[in-house]
């Protein structure tokens, strides 16, 4: 009987597919005191997907018309803001040994649901610049013909910058504060990370990529908060859960690994992981998103 009337209370109360992306830019008329009154209508809550891609060139276009100086300064913003979600990352999924030893596949679930999916909100939100997000959006925006190729290397160089030094300011405050004592998981997470091969690094920065530009793209769809949080929380725990590499996180991670003397030098940080993590990231947004995306929506889907 209780399931009954939850499901029926459930049918009065939840919105359907439809209402989501229902048109509302008609006015809605209504009854007062015997007059008609016209009331404009609210918008959609999700843009369909040739809209949301349209949308998603848009926000391309602006990013690559920024200043460097704007980008580099929103990088650095950025860069904390992914810094803070590895920081809980470590400070919780990653303090779970025993967790990790009976069952590591809730441990990897635990590691991805606390952590960078709120540091990606924080830079969403904010309207900081993530290189790694740039690499589809203002892409998408250089295929569809919207932006130059000078624009886009400046948004992809001043916001790998400005990651970078907002990841090692963050990871120096986070040494000097000392909440992960002996660094806590980040010195055996910098030992694992850079000791990966050079082909094994670069695909995973693909895949990681792939989806952390998917939440990127699929939050411009939604119109509020709450509807850009859902592809940010699932597509970012995803990459975390499956162990995918992200440069900009690990622009974080590592840095205070080697603070906090883990094993591990910048040369092996640079060169072992970051270059190969960072080239696999590029292609992960330049062609798995924006370009497949644009073969599909843009112009090139004319061709």
């Given at each position: 009987m209780l399931a009954i009337i939850a499901c029926g209370v459930a049918s009065f109360t939840m919105p359907n597919a439809a209402a989501l992306y229902q048109d509302r830019s008609s006015p809605v008329v209504t009854l007062r005191g015997g007059s008609v009154t016209a009331q404009a209508a609210p918008p959609p809550l999700l843009a369909l997907p040739a809209a949301g891609f349209e949308g998603a060139v848009a926000a391309g276009v602006k990013k690559a018309e920024m200043s460097a100086g704007k980008i580099f300064k929103l990088g650095v913003l950025s860069g904390c803001h992914i810094g803070f979600g590895a920081f809980l990352m470590l400070s919780v999924g990653g303090a779970c040994p025993g967790l990790a030893a009976s069952n590591p596949g809730l441990q990897k679930i635990v590691l991805g649901a606390f952590g960078l999916p709120f540091g990606l909100m924080m830079t969403l939100l904010s309207g900081a610049e993530l290189f790694t997000g740039n690499t589809a959006l203002v892409t998408m925006a250089a295929l569809e013909g919207k932006a130059t190729g000078n624009q886009l290397a400046k948004s992809w160089i001043s916001s790998y910058a400005g990651n970078f030094v907002g990841s090692l300011l963050l990871a120096l405050l986070v040494f000097l504060g000392k909440t992960l004592v002996g660094g806590g998981a980040s010195v055996p997470v910098s030992v694992a990370k850079t000791s990966l091969g050079f082909g094994t690094a670069?695909?995973?920065?693909?895949?990681?990529?792939?989806?952390?530009?998917?939440?990127?793209y699929l939050a411009s769809f939604a119109k509020d908060a709450a509807g850009k949080m859902v592809p940010i929380f699932f597509c970012i725990s995803a990459f975390v859960a499956l162990g995918l590499e992200h440069s900009v996180a690990n622009m974080f991670i590592i840095p205070?690994?080697?603070f906090s003397v883990a094993a591990v030098s910048w040369k092996a940080f640079l060169l072992s992981n970051l270059l190969p993590v960072t080239l696999g990231n590029i292609i992960g947004g330049a062609v798995c998103v924006a370009t497949a995306f644009c073969m599909t929506y843009g112009k090139m889907s004319e061709e």
């Open positions: 670069l695909v995973r920065g693909i895949l990681c990529n792939w989806l952390v530009c998917m939440a990127v205070l690994g080697i």
